[in-house]
């Protein structure tokens, strides 16, 4: 079935680094605006940084600098790397794809960062 597959969350040291990879199945991914999300406990899901089908992207003031998106559309795969990690990054991660006819969302990877 249609499904979105996050991958790579963990614990991690402040100042650390970590790569999310989302894998796409069953859709067209090529034309799906990709987002990465964020909810941490007790608060609401934020967009953390977008990538548009044609490549534009847009990041949350908090993350511009150290987390960069990318896209692979030969493999469906949208990736984000989070460099210089802060505790107050710690949330749940969320893949979403987008487009004009449905949004779809992964089921989400937890990122904790912590000494």
């Known amino acids: 079935q249609v499904q979105l597959v996050e991958s790579g969350g963990g614990l991690v040291q402040p100042g650390g680094s970590l790569r999310l990879s989302c894998a796409a199945s069953r859709i067209v991914f090529s034309i799906y605006d990709m987002n990465w999300y964020r909810q941490a406990p007790g608060k609401e899901r934020e967009l953390v940084v977008g990538i548009t089908s044609s490549g534009s992207t847009n990041y949350a003031d908090s993350v511009k600098g150290r987390f960069t998106i990318s896209r692979d559309n030969a493999k469906s795969t949208v990736y984000l790397q989070m460099t210089s990690l802060k505790p107050e990054d710690t949330a749940v991660y969320y893949c979403?794809?987008?487009?004009?006819?449905?949004?779809?969302w992964g089921q989400g990877t937890q990122v904790t960062v912590s000494l």
């Open positions: 979403n794809a987008k487009s004009i006819y449905r949004g779809l």
